[in-house]
């Protein structure tokens, strides 16, 4: 498959044109050029705009990667959950209202009798992503593409989707294209991988193999710059790739990671190589000069290990840039005729309660925290986008 962004430059990597493009949803700037899709047996670049919508939302399901320009800002949030159950499930109104609370249970919504009623803009980022992933179950597709559905999320509810989605594949035999640039989720729930670098396949082989022994200097860059917990970045600084992905106008008549690859020789700056199977059963395919050479370990794509002589961050020559002490951030909930008219007393969501830190000069603090524990609240009263209830700043 082949498929271009008019006007773009540099696109990146192409994981996302892919996956558009596998379900026929480009923008109108993109093309298919060459290639072609088959699901089910069926054609899709084939297939008419009438039949292609039956297959949207039904068959095939979409986790877009930015929630908040993807849900309707003008409708609440469980009638958004239920236009798609009545349209495709054909359940009744009462029906789908009380399936979309189910649904938002689901994906560990707090109170999603109340979120149902809610407009997206109320709700956090984390919230606006599981509730597009609640539309995208709700019904059962047979494929989901999911495009970086766990950005917005914390780790604690990042894990119970995952575990959600492995339900659902085993259950209901449900496939997924998972797009993503977190290895430790693709380690955790994909059955292969496809690296894409450049709009072009560098690799594709089983997870545990692609882990274990990867042939691409690229895959394993990747590999080498994920940090690991309870490692410091003043013994050990990440091992990032140098430069920068290049520009993919017109195409190249060579290796497309000739200038960032360590192993790079002459023969990988003239002549581009092509996909060859490394091992049949189980597939495992690269597209490399000297995959060869890596495998059978005569040369080591890894780069050399940089280690810094600090022991440990000094802090002796840090002073206090800003103290924040005992901000509170409550938001008004508006209340009812009904509630005024009982003089029942006014509600507040405490968003920040009673939190004090100091940020030395020089220093990173780390605020970290489930999806509504109050971390952008916090930021916004200390820059002012938001009136703080109590504390000094």
Not at 67 to 95: C, T, W, Y
Not at 280 to 293: G, I, L, N, T, Y
Request: proline fraction near 6%; charge should be positive.
């Amino acid at each position: 498959l082949s498929a271009t962004a008019r006007d773009l430059s540099n696109v990146g990597s192409g994981k996302s044109t892919l996956a558009l493009a596998a379900m026929k949803y480009l923008s109108t700037n993109g093309k298919i050029r060459n290639g072609s899709i088959s699901f089910k047996g069926r054609d899709m670049l084939r297939i008419n705009p009438t039949e292609l919508r039956e297959v949207w939302g039904k068959e095939i399901a979409l986790v877009p990667q930015d929630p908040f320009g993807s849900l309707n800002p003008s409708i609440k949030i469980g009638e958004q959950i239920g236009e798609a159950l009545r349209e495709h499930m054909g359940m009744s109104s009462v029906d789908s209202g009380a399936r979309s609370i189910e649904l938002l249970a689901d994906v560990q919504i707090a109170d999603p009798d109340q979120v149902v009623g809610k407009y997206p803009h109320q709700l956090s980022g984390g919230m606006q992503q599981r509730i597009l992933i609640a539309m995208a179950l709700s019904t059962e597709p047979s494929l989901l593409i999911l495009d970086e559905p766990t950005t917005a999320l914390d780790v604690t509810t990042e894990a119970a989707i995952l575990d959600l989605f492995r339900d659902l594949s085993r259950a209901r035999k449900t496939s997924a294209l998972f797009v993503t640039h977190n290895l430790g989720v693709v380690a955790g729930i994909s059955d292969r991988v496809a690296v894409l670098y450049a709009s072009e396949l560098v690799e594709d082989g089983p997870t545990v193999t692609l882990f274990d022994q990867p042939l691409h200097p690229y895959t394993r860059g990747l590999l080498e710059s994920v940090p690991r917990l309870g490692q410091r970045k003043n013994t050990n600084p990440l091992q990032s790739i140098p430069g920068q992905i290049p520009t993919i106008r017109g195409g190249l008549n060579r290796c497309v990671y000739s200038d960032r690859c360590p192993l790079a020789i002459e023969r990988c700056r003239s002549e581009r190589p092509i996909l060859e199977i490394a091992d049949r059963s189980p597939r495992h395919s690269v597209r490399c000069h000297r995959w060869r050479e890596i495998r059978s370990r005569e040369i080591d794509p890894r780069r050399a290990r940089v280690f810094s002589n600090k022991s440990s961050v000094d802090d002796k020559g840090s002073q206090p840039l800003i103290t924040i002490k005992g901000i509170s951030v409550h938001y008004p909930v508006r209340r009812s005729v009904a509630e005024i008219l009982r003089r029942e007393p006014a509600k507040f969501v405490r968003a920040v309660e009673g939190v004090g830190l100091d940020v030395g000069t020089g220093r990173t603090l780390g605020i970290v925290g489930e999806s509504g524990s109050g971390k952008s609240s916090l930021a916004r009263v200390i820059v002012g986008l938001v009136s703080r209830t109590a504390g000094t700043i």
